[in-house]
């Protein structure tokens, strides 16, 4: 067949394939049709193209003087006080108003008693093979909650001296089982020779009747600046024998040998010489205690007393103005009962503002806000300066009178119950008469908008336009915890493929989270293709803006004379359409992937726990979750006969995603399985070998070496504002306590005391609910301490 032939052989067949074609397309368009994506994932993509918007701040934002006024009161025979608080003060000339209240009751307790173990010392019998005993006994059936203040013990010991280490007692209260420390006791010995009675004072302590629990024993040696001790290997607490005279036996009496407890010879004769004192403590559940504030009753909470001095629960209720009142704040607290020990303690937060100012500039993605706080002496007279800003803001530098960088801290501030973030300068450092500024990035408010299009009465959620329809958008305006925000002020623009507007609406508020366009005509006088849809908005201190492209098409059943430019248009559109919608389905799930990340492990090739690191609140022994992995890993390959490593264990709501480099095993404990936490560990892996390759093939458990291995984490696995602030309130606790082991002199304690009441009253509800042990153990190093000069 010539070249001719075959030429015109090909178009007759592609005409009489068009002419098939042709019919079969018109009754698609009347019946389905096919350019429509049958699932409801939208194909709206966001726009790659820059931004550049420009501002004012119209917020609450101010430079803050805050002055922390305290009133106490106690109670003798009544079951009610009352409290006027005044609504404003002056302070260096300037007038400050009440904020905020904090009440706090404590003391809870109803009287004393004591305790004996075994009290006769005149014959003390010596305790063989061990060096640390545990003495169980029983509480009374009466109270129902009691703490233990003072125990006594009967030792004999002649100690060596060594010089570079030091003594000490030490006595924990457990549970029966030897799960859980319930208190416990550290004193430094004077004495070296001792034969006789010594007392203990325990720290914070509830415990319940009728139950059983254990006093442990041992002598620590500890040298100077070191955090641990190790235990002295010869027993110096001594027993009583109660056959002589008969007595009853209290319970059971172990002994530590190095390797396992084991039961005392002749244990149902003999005790430990012990006995303690004991507070009544009552329990919350049986006091109806009520705060009263003009004239509205507050039900406040519980917690147990962690201030020196205090025994028992405590009960705790903060309270924040919507405004600045205008007269006197009466508080009257009341309990069903007389409590002859409660303490009344008030806190009275006085604020004085100065308003900030500000702009905003946004480029391609990145919002950053300019303020500008005006500053003066209004921190004088043990007034503390805050400058705040908003909650959800992250903090990119702070800048003096003088345009110099300096050092701050952050942390959470409620002004009138908004809540704000606030930055301090904890070492009140000269900033200059002036203003100071702030430098902020703020998260995008909006990341998806809706296309409609109305189908009789209603509008239908769709992913493509069509011309000659009614239609309408909605953008979700929502916050960085994916909260809906209303009101504000917005714009919709609606531009055709050659940029042109075809439509704009101004002045648009948001409504449950939702911002409406108008009823839009879309005329058939309009082409077909790729729209633009920009939205913006704005409500004084957060902005929203986002765009999507989307395509408009003709009518149902619309032939276009170019047919073989359709087909094309129709194998492109079917060809992008579903990836598009894959990635824009993928990228929405995958929105706040950082907020479900728990803990992240990393572990030898031999499964030793070598560094790990916390999202949030620490978790326990993090050696056994690292043990676990690595059996359940070779668990699997063996079973199943795989060389492959397993990569997801996914246990209902917790998924450990699984990362294996050549020294290291990397998991991460997180609430979703997603493609980007596999990306990220996968990343994060190699980074890390990269850093601390040289130390990983020899390593021995120095966990020095990964001092810089946070860096890297915060890299990939980016943290919010509040775990930055709740893990920068554990660090700088740490540091409090390796300073407090170190102080020899007991007169010391007391500036070191008043620099951390100056730093944890910033930090005051977040040490409440994450670092609560971390407080505890400063107030018990501290005790003891100054218990050591009385002594």
Not at 195 to 221: H, P, Q, R, V
Not at 389 to 403: K, P
């Amino acid at each position: 067949m010539s070249k001719t032939n075959v030429k015109g052989f090909l178009c007759a067949f592609l005409i009489s394939i068009l002419m098939i074609t042709m019919p079969i397309m018109t009754i698609n368009y009347s019946t389905q049709n096919i350019f429509e994506n049958n699932s409801n994932d939208s194909i709206n993509i966001k726009s790659s193209s820059e931004y550049n918007y420009t501002g004012t701040y119209e917020g609450g934002l101010c430079t803050l003087g805050l002055k922390i006024e305290k009133t106490s009161t106690s109670w003798i025979n009544q079951n009610q006080t009352s409290i006027l608080i005044p609504n404003n003060n002056t302070y260096n000339d300037f007038s400050y108003s009440l904020n905020r209240l904090d009440v706090r009751a404590y003391n809870l307790y109803d009287g004393s008693g004591d305790f004996d173990i075994a009290n006769d010392s005149s014959n003390p019998i010596d305790i063989e093979n061990g060096f640390t005993i545990t003495q169980e006994f029983t509480t009374p059936s009466t109270p129902d909650l009691l703490a233990v203040e003072t125990v006594n013990l009967y030792v004999v010991h002649n100690l060596p001296a060594i010089i570079i280490k030091s003594y000490i007692y030490i006595l924990y209260i457990f549970d029966e089982d030897f799960q859980e420390v319930l208190g416990g006791a550290f004193k430094p010995i004077e004495d070296k020779i001792k034969d006789g009675w010594i007392s203990l004072n325990i720290s914070s302590n509830i415990l319940e009747a009728n139950t059983k629990y254990n006093f442990l024993y041992l002598i620590g040696m500890r040298g100077v600046g070191d955090d641990d001790f190790d235990p002295y290997a010869f027993n110096t607490w001594k027993a009583q024998n109660k056959t002589i005279p008969p007595d009853k036996n209290i319970g059971l009496t172990q002994i530590f040998n190095g390797i396992e407890f084991t039961p005392i010879d002749d244990d149902n004769i003999m005790d430990m010489l012990c006995n303690f004192t004991f507070q009544k403590i009552i329990n919350p559940k049986n006091v109806n205690l009520t705060c009263e504030i003009n004239n509205v009753n507050y039900i406040p909470t519980y917690q147990k007393s962690l201030s020196t001095g205090s025994l028992g629960y405590q009960a705790l209720l903060s309270y924040y103005f919507e405004e600045s009142p205008f007269e006197e704040t009466n508080i009257t607290i009341f309990t069903n009962e007389t409590i002859e020990s409660l303490e009344i303690e008030v806190k009275h937060y006085y604020v004085h503002e100065i308003k900030a100012s500000g702009s905003f500039n946004v480029t391609n993605d990145i919002i950053e806000w300019n303020i500008s706080y005006p500053y003066y002496d209004i921190g004088a007279y043990g007034s503390e300066l805050w400058f705040l800003y908003e909650s959800d803001w992250e903090l990119q530098g702070f800048y003096n009178t003088l345009g110099s960088e300096v050092e701050v801290f952050f942390g959470p501030f409620n002004l009138y119950n908004e809540s704000y973030y606030g930055l301090f300068d904890l070492w009140a450092n000269p900033l200059g008469v002036g203003t100071c500024t702030g430098i902020y990035q703020s998260p995008n408010y909006c990341s998806n908008i809706n296309s409609k299009i109305k189908i009789g009465e209603d509008f239908l959620d769709k992913n493509y336009l069509q011309l000659g329809k009614t239609i309408k958008f909605e953008a979700e305006i929502r916050n960085a915890f994916n909260e809906p925000i209303s009101g504000g002020n917005g714009n919709i623009t609606f531009s055709n493929p050659l940029g042109l507007v075809i439509y704009q609406e101004n002045d648009l508020i948001s409504y449950g989270g939702i911002l409406n366009s108008s009823e839009i005509d879309l005329l058939t006088s309009n082409s077909v293709g790729t729209y633009r849809v920009e939205i913006s908005w704005m409500n004084g201190k957060e902005l929203a803006f986002y765009t999507i492209f989307i395509e408009v098409r003709h009518p149902e059943g619309y032939i276009s004379p170019e047919l073989i430019i359709l087909i094309v248009s129709l194998i492109s559109l079917i060809g992008g359409s579903i990836p598009a919608s894959y990635i824009a389905k993928k990228y929405f799930k995958q929105r706040h992937w950082e907020k479900t990340l728990h803990n992240l492990f990393i572990l030898s090739k031999e499964g030793t726990s070598m560094y790990d690191y916390s999202f949030g609140i620490e978790m326990k022994n993090p050696e056994l979750i690292s043990g676990m992995i690595s059996a359940l890993t070779s668990f699997i390959k063996e079973a199943t006969g795989s060389k492959k490593n397993l990569r997801t264990i996914d246990q209902q709501d917790k998924k450990l995603i699984l990362s294996h480099g050549k020294y290291i095993t990397a998991a991460m404990l997180s609430d979703k399985d997603l493609p980007i936490i596999h990306k990220r560990i996968a990343e994060f892996t190699e980074s890390f070998e990269i850093n601390f390759g040289k130390h990983l093939l020899n390593w021995r458990g120095e966990q020095s070496i990964f001092k810089g291995a946070e860096a890297i984490v915060t890299k990939y696995f980016p943290v919010s504002t509040e775990e930055q602030v709740i893990r920068g309130v554990r660090k700088r606790l740490m540091e409090f306590r390796e300073r407090l082991l170190i102080i020899e002199n007991p007169m010391d304690i007391v500036p070191m005391m008043r620099e951390i009441t100056e730093f944890t009253s910033h930090y005051q509800e977040i040490i409440n609910k994450y670092a609560y042990k971390d407080f505890n153990e400063l107030i018990k190093i501290s005790e003891e301490k100054i218990r050591t000069e009385k002594s």
